[in-house]
Structures are given as structure tokens and as C-alpha cells.
């Protein structure tokens, strides 16, 4: 399992030298639907009525092009039994939170090339410890606040927000979810500095106040059915003006690259939790090879339509490389519009590759969505494992 997750972030830390990264971090439940005669050594998930893993990733995004340049690091476990202890009375490394701050300093590692790194979580990852530990010069954070915190003159900081005066409104696209269709709202903007004071069952090691920028986005005039946007992000960028303001409520929008990530994992691609392996052991490391394959089916759906200049070394290394190009000639077509229309050596004409064998014509009317790609990839790798093989022969 270590080596597996160490793997994760090995072509990643190549991929993002030189850029601005959005590292993204979220946890997701695998549920294998057991049977209480059949748990296989599986612990409780949710509320308790179901059993399976947790998986916890964090995901590489180029924060210019939104391109996802792999994984970068992350955990996967399941519960051994109910702790009793109270999770108040309990340090930070025995509770499942310190997932939130670990992996955060795993990516100072492995994306250490970077020219500058933005960590973002959505509202589990609001944790005084973090906020006053991990950040560093060109490493930041970014999280949805999940707690209306006190601040070190003893105010609310939700109610300091609310007397801010509203800057800016703007429309933007709210993406579809299984509980909500798609749609466009209009948002009002504050922003402003707040100064948060260490909570009563954080350590006493932790500094006594932690400086951040709070951004506040409101949806006014919200569908009469949906529940209106209402984030606040604190963030230890700084934000003088409007537009790095806005800047950062669209780089917290990109969170989203890591449900469809969670979706590829589990529904929309390689239906882990349909997996019939009969131990937790082996389970945890399915997941982990999973997790790898959904990246990459992901990085080559991003890529189908040519727009982008990622290279194929994100996904594969340089053997592999070589054999796409080899598997090419053969299911290139003999008009035009058969043709991979992308410079070679590019993920775009990687993602072609893929897609044709994943059983895809070819032809630009139809585009190859994630199962065409999955089975294609699943085809690839079996040929490129036999390949290793034989060579080895």
C-alpha cells in the first residue's frame, strides 16, 4: 500500500514544475454494500449502516489551463471498530482530520518544483492546526470555512463579514450535481482581512492568532428550490482588489475536478465499488491502483478535444510512449477525418489513441466519453504489460 500511494505522485512531480498548481484534496466513501455474514474485514462508513473504505486524495490541477496533471498524494483506510474517546479529548494524529494536514505537507514534497502551490478543501479542511502550520512562502491554502470562528478581538467572524460593504456582483455557472441541475447564479462579493484566535481544544503549541483573507460570495435571488451558494473562503493568499478576489472564488470553483475524479472511481467509469475481491487488504489496494486509472482516464477525456498542449508524459512514461506509436498506425484511417489530427507525443493524440482502441471510429461527430476510454486504457495496458514481458523473455 505505501508503495502504491508513493507511486502516485512520481510523474506528477514532473508535471508540475514551473507552473502554478491547485493541489485539491476530498475524501470519498467506497461502498462495497457487504453482507453482515460477508463484511471481509471491512469497517463502518457513513452513519454506520454500510461498511467499506475511505479514500482520500489529492489531485494536481494547473491552475492557468485547469489541466489535472495526476495525483499527488493522499490515504486510504478502513475503521478498525468505533473509537470510544471523545474526538475533543483526543490529539490531532489520532484523529481521521489529520488526513487534511499530512497530505498537505506530503504536496510541499512532491510538488516542490512548482513555482507556487494553492492547497484546496472544501469545509472539512477548515482546521486551526493547519491554518497555523502548513502554509509557506509560494504554498497556500484555500478552504471553504466550515465554522463561524471567533476572532482574536472576540468577534464573529461571519458578523464582521456582514458589515463589510459588497464590492462586486457577478454571474457564474453553477455545474450539475446528482441533487441539483446545473444553473447560473448571481453572486455579491466582500472580502477583508480577519484575524482568527486559537480555539480552546487546539494545542498550546499552535500560535495564538492566525492572520488570513476571508472572501465572501452570496447568491441573491436563488431558484425558489435550491439552496442559494453561500461560501466563505479563507485563504492565506493576500486579496487587494476585486479581481484577486474573484480569482480566488474561481480557483476554489475548480474543486470540482475532484468529484468528477471521486465519480470516475466509482460510477461514471471503473465501478470500484462493484468489486467482488473478498479482503479489506486487497481491496485498499485496488483502490489505490484505481485511483491512478481514474486520473488517467480523466486526464485523457480532458485531452480529447485537442485544446490542450499537456504532453502524453503525464499519463505514460516513455516505453509506453513507444507503443502508443506503434498501436497507432494501425487504427489510423484511410481518409482524413479517420486520422489522429494531434501533434504526436501529446496527450491529445494520446487520448485518440485510447479512445480508438477503446472502440471509438474516429470520426469527430461523436466524441469518446469515460468507459470508452477506460476500456481502451484497460485494453492498452494489458498490451503494454505483455510487451514488458516479452522483452524480458
Request: one cysteine or more; aromatic letters at 6%.
Amino acid at each position: 500500500m505505501e508503495a502504491l500511494l508513493e507511486g502516485w505522485g512520481e510523474q506528477t512531480a514532473v508535471a508540475a514544475a514551473g507552473r502554478h498548481v491547485l493541489a485539491i484534496q476530498d475524501t470519498s466513501e467506497i461502498n462495497f454494500r457487504t453482507q453482515p455474514e460477508r463484511r471481509r474485514g471491512l469497517g463502518e462508513i457513513g452513519k454506520g449502516n454500510s461498511h467499506g473504505l475511505l479514500l482520500h486524495a489529492m489531485a494536481a490541477v494547473d491552475a492557468a489551463s485547469d489541466a489535472c496533471l495526476g495525483l499527488v498524494a493522499g490515504k486510504i483506510w478502513t475503521r478498525q471498530g468505533r473509537v470510544t474517546v471523545p474526538h475533543d479529548q483526543r490529539p490531532l494524529e489520532q484523529k481521521e482530520s489529520e488526513r487534511w494536514i499530512s497530505t498537505a505537507n506530503r504536496a510541499k514534497q512532491v510538488l516542490s518544483a512548482a513555482t507556487m502551490v494553492t492547497v484546496i478543501d472544501d469545509r472539512e479542511g477548515d482546521i486551526y492546526a493547519k491554518w497555523a502550520s502548513v502554509s509557506a512562502a509560494n504554498f497556500h491554502l484555500l478552504t471553504r470555512s466550515m465554522h463561524d470562528r471567533v476572532l482574536a478581538d472576540g468577534a464573529s467572524m461571519y458578523a464582521t463579514a456582514a458589515s463589510w460593504p459588497i464590492v462586486d456582483t457577478a454571474t457564474i455557472d453553477v455545474v450539475a450535481r446528482a441533487d441539483r441541475p446545473a444553473r447560473q447564479a448571481k453572486l455579491v462579493l466582500r472580502f477583508g482581512r480577519v484575524t482568527l484566535r486559537r480555539p480552546q481544544n487546539a494545542s498550546s503549541n499552535l500560535p495564538k492568532t492566525v492572520e488570513l483573507t476571508l472572501v465572501e460570495v452570496v447568491e441573491v435571488d436563488p431558484p425558489a428550490d435550491v439552496e442559494p451558494l453561500h461560501w466563505y473562503l479563507l485563504t492565506t493568499h493576500d486579496v487587494n482588489d476585486v479581481a484577486s478576489a474573484w480569482q480566488i472564488v474561481n480557483w476554489y470553483k475548480k474543486r470540482w475536478i475532484i468529484e468528477q475524479l471521486f465519480r470516475l472511481i466509482k460510477t461514471q467509469g471503473l465501478q470500484l465499488e462493484d468489486s467482488r475481491i473478498e479482503t479489506a487488504d486487497r481491496l485498499l489496494k485496488l483502490t489505490a491502483i484505481a485511483a491512478k486509472a481514474a486520473v488517467m482516464i480523466l486526464q485523457l477525456v480532458q485531452a480529447r478535444d485537442g485544446r490542450s498542449a499537456e504532453p502524453a508524459s503525464n499519463a505514460f512514461n516513455q516505453e509506453q510512449i513507444k507503443l502508443l506509436a506503434a498501436l497507432a498506425t494501425k487504427y489510423e484511417g484511410r481518409t482524413k477525418l479517420q486520422s489522429n489530427p494531434h501533434r504526436p507525443q501529446t496527450l491529445a493524440w494520446a487520448s485518440w489513441i485510447i479512445a480508438r482502441l477503446g472502440g471509438w471510429d474516429g470520426y469527430p461527430r461523436t466524441k469518446p466519453g469515460p468507459i470508452t476510454m477506460r476500456h481502451g486504457l484497460q485494453y492498452f495496458l494489458g498490451v503494454a504489460s505483455a510487451w514488458e514481458t516479452l522483452k524480458d523473455v
